[in-house]
């Protein structure tokens, strides 16, 4: 059963604050010349039109990447920021260069910065959005599976460059995903001791993403992040009152990065959202 569509959920808040953990990741990469591959385990369609029916129906970009578009001369204040939404800039219509028409997805923002030496492997098991995702002009140094991303990610370690780089981003519609999704870090891990590995989770009151963490916080074997960002209270809200971003061997200095970019944007967002992280570290 794959029912899930990214194109109803574009430019979320949830977006801003993956990819944002995402852009500062791969800006951390990026300051040694070492090659990097990059793995995208679900990559969805790659770059999203604001205009397509499934966006604007829900229309959740207007209370996410929308608000920042509005306020972005104030936001470019913070460095981060500034370069995060250039690279928004970057991602739109070039005819109508002023207007937010285009959200770009995962798969946009790692291949926007991939550099000669480096690689990207994208997974997409959804064919329709796998035929999406086959449209989107991308380097050729990018591999394209329509495949399950989770044994693909441990199928395709150890990887041939010195360093690695992978994106988590389930839709989790089965409640098994978390355990999956752990299970598979563990595996992979054990592989590739060395990776920076961004996982995405969603706050629902369920709090399903609690046995994510406990199973790698048991693992006890590595530094992890984590960063949430939160538009409601848990009790207000039935659905998603929040996002919650990890990041296993983070680079030095994310953390008060995203701080920094985070004080300022979550205002923007509303007078109820709220960020804060914390770290777990092997003794
Ligand atoms: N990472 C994308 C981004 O940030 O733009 C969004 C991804 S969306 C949250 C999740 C995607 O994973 C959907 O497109 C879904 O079809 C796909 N998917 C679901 N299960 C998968 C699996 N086992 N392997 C690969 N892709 C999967």
């Not at 990559?43 to 604007?56: H, K, M, N, S």
């Not at 936001?75 to 800039?89: M, R, S, T």
């Not at 809200?237 to 953390?255: A, F, Q, R, T």
């Amino acid at each position: 059963m794959l029912s899930y569509q990214h194109a109803y959920h574009a430019g979320n808040f949830a977006d801003v604050h993956k990819h944002l953990t995402l852009y500062a990741v791969i800006d951390h990469l990026l300051r040694k010349s070492s090659s990097v591959t990059y793995i995208d385990t679900h990559a969805g369609r790659g770059r999203y039109p604001l205009d397509a029916e499934e966006t604007r129906r829900l229309g959740e970009y207007r209370d996410g990447a929308e608000k920042l578009w509005k306020a972005r001369r104030r936001l470019a204040e913070d460095p981060l920021l500034a370069d995060w939404l250039e690279g928004v800039a970057s991602a739109q219509n070039k005819r109508n260069p002023k207007i937010l028409d285009h959200y770009p997805g995962s798969p946009w923002w790692l291949a926007q910065r991939l550099r000669e030496q480096d690689a990207l492997q994208l997974f997409e098991l959804h064919p329709g959005e796998h035929d999406h995702l086959n449209r989107q002009r991308l380097p050729d140094r990018t591999r394209r599976v329509h495949g399950d991303g989770l044994s693909g990610l441990v199928e395709a370690l150890p990887v041939a460059t010195p360093r690695l780089c992978v994106l988590v981003d389930p839709s989790y519609e089965r409640k098994a995903e978390y355990g999956d999704v752990a299970d598979t870090l563990l595996k992979a891990m054990r592989k590739a001791r060395h990776a920076v590995v961004l996982v995405w989770y969603p706050l629902l009151p369920a709090g399903r993403h609690e046995a994510l963490l406990d199973a790698l916080k048991a693992d006890g074997l590595r530094k992890i992040w984590r960063s949430e960002l939160k538009i409601a209270s848990p009790r207000q809200e039935h659905g998603m009152y929040g996002s919650g971003m990890l990041v296993i061997n983070p680079p030095w200095g994310l953390d008060r990065r995203l701080a920094d970019a985070m004080a300022q944007l979550a205002p923007v967002l509303g007078d109820a959202c709220h960020y804060r992280d914390d770290w777990w570290v092997p003794e």
